[in-house]
């Protein structure tokens, strides 16, 4: 199974709701971000929280990890029809393993106007 | 000034042909990565490169090559393509593994 898998695969609300996302992972992280992709496009990087932080703000987004429970939430709060995306989270795995940054297979959010 | 480019960005062949994507960046990063998204929005990671290192998914068929000519290039060089290829390929770039750029993609279809 996948280094990071995200929780719920779909996700439907209201414009002003917030939305909360999971990510789930199995190895030690260096870090971990959350990516936004938007229909046909290539990702755009939202975020990076380190291994020692347990949370971080940047505008709208409220991004939390629990390494205890290797596993992280990413919160839109006040949503907007143009967050309506696909949300992937990715982790740098302290494995001594090179460089593979390695994708979850994200959420899919539909924010209704 | 677009930071990772990727060409093409759709690229129709026949079964069996030898076909390969092209990838730029502009950003000094020292790392590149070639990703695979399916029919079902997966992006699998297919390689890793720092100029030093080569990673390889071990789930990647050897049909897929990478090759870089330099540090701001690493082209996906696919041989005796096969239906199931058929997804969308995305290359991206970061300095170790921070945020990571990503080009627009490439769909390539299989027929």
């Known amino acids: 199974s996948q280094q990071g898998e995200e929780d719920p695969q779909a996700l439907s609300i209201q414009e002003g709701e917030n939305a909360t996302m999971n990510c789930s992972y199995k190895?030690?992280?260096?870090?971990l971000q959350w990516y936004r992709q938007n229909s046909g496009r290539g990702l755009v990087h939202l975020i990076l929280i380190r291994s020692n932080e347990r949370e971080k703000h940047s505008g709208r987004l409220r991004v939390t990890l629990d390494t205890s429970k290797k596993s992280s939430s990413l919160l839109i709060t006040a949503s907007r029809a143009a967050d309506t995306a696909s949300y992937f989270c990715?982790?740098?795995?302290?494995?001594?393993?090179?460089?593979?940054?390695?994708f979850g297979g994200g959420t899919r959010l539909m924010v209704k106007p | 000034d677009t930071a990772v480019s990727q060409t093409p960005k759709y690229l129709v062949t026949q079964m069996g042909n030898d076909k390969s994507i092209k990838c730029e960046q502009n950003?000094?990063?020292?790392?590149m990565y070639w990703y695979k998204q399916d029919s079902k929005k997966f992006l699998k990671i297919m390689f890793s490169y720092n100029n030093k290192e080569l990673i390889i998914n071990e789930t990647v068929p050897n049909r897929f090559s990478p090759k870089s000519p330099d540090k701001a290039h690493l082209n996906l060089h696919i041989n005796s393509l096969e239906l199931g290829d058929s997804a969308v390929y995305f290359c991206?770039?970061?300095?170790?593994?921070?945020?990571?750029?990503f080009g627009q993609g490439t769909r390539l279809t299989v027929v």
């Open positions: 190895t030690s992280i260096n870090n």
């Open positions: 990715a982790t740098d795995p302290d494995n001594n393993a090179g460089n593979m940054l390695t």
């Open positions: 991206a770039s970061s300095f170790m593994n921070t945020e990571a750029f």
């Open positions: 950003l000094g990063h020292d790392t």
